[in-house]
């Protein structure tokens, strides 16, 4: 089956830096990978996602990149606020499958 | 308000008393399922249901059993609970066919379970 790892568990910026995480995946026919994120004591939430025909999403501060010859994806958050303080989880589900594998996560905190 | 409802939020119970956790949505949404998170290992799924009547075991379902009667509730029942089931359980349901496999899930909001 699918296996997702992701990194770093935990990560520290300054409000104003940018923060990426990345994530790697093992089942090459993978073709939908979103994330999700969580603040803290609240249910996950959909804040982008990506499928395999496009190598690259923005939406506003956040951006996905796919690297499907790598099996990996990042999650870019530009211009950090302390609003973007969460823990983040990507996924990845192949074709066929009816559900989503979540990496373990990581706990994000924006230092104002 | 589109939702999905769980209950109870928070619940400490004893060895091998039963319970039952409730979920239930107001999107009529197909898809529904049941993850649990643990620190350091994500959100894992528990049992997932594909419509009413149809149930399907997710990657961690050994303990725990599910039922879907009705399109809008899924409960999750763990008929002899154990210090292992401690967790943060989460309810979600979707409203494409394989559930978050190609569109978004909507969580509840959570019921943090343990069991002494």
């Known amino acids: 089956g699918e296996n997702v790892e992701q990194h770093p568990s935990t990560l520290s910026v300054q409000e104003g830096d940018s923060a990426v995480i990345k994530c790697t995946y093992s089942?090459?026919?993978?073709?939908?990978f979103p994330w999700y994120k969580q603040e803290l004591g609240k249910r996950p939430q959909l804040i982008i996602d990506i499928r395999s025909n496009v190598g690259e999403k923005k939406d506003q501060r956040i951006a996905v990149t796919l690297n499907k010859t790598a099996k990996h994806f990042s999650l870019h958050i530009t211009e950090t606020q302390p609003e973007d303080s969460a823990v983040y989880f990507c996924?990845?589900?192949?074709?066929?499958?009816?559900?989503?594998?979540f990496g373990s996560g990581t706990r994000l905190q924006v230092q104002p | 308000e589109a939702q999905v409802t769980q209950n109870p939020r928070y619940l400490i119970t004893v060895t091998g008393k039963k319970l039952t956790v409730t979920c239930s949505q107001n999107?009529?949404?197909?898809?529904m399922s049941w993850y649990r998170q643990d620190p350091g290992l994500g959100l894992r799924q528990i049992y997932y249901s594909m419509n009413v009547e149809v149930t399907d075991k997710g990657d961690v379902p050994e303990g725990y059993k599910v039922s879907r009667k009705e399109k809008r509730n899924f409960p999750l029942i763990l008929e002899s609970p154990s210090p292992n089931q401690t967790s943060l359980y989460f309810c979600?349901?979707?409203?494409?066919?394989?559930?978050?496999?190609?569109?978004?899930?909507?969580f509840g909001e959570g019921s943090r379970l343990t069991v002494l």
């Open positions: 089942d090459s026919a993978s073709n939908y």
């Open positions: 996924a990845a589900s192949a074709p066929g499958r009816r559900a989503l594998t």
């Open positions: 999107m009529n949404h197909e898809y």
């Open positions: 979600a349901s979707s409203p494409t066919p394989r559930g978050g496999a190609t569109g978004e899930l909507f």
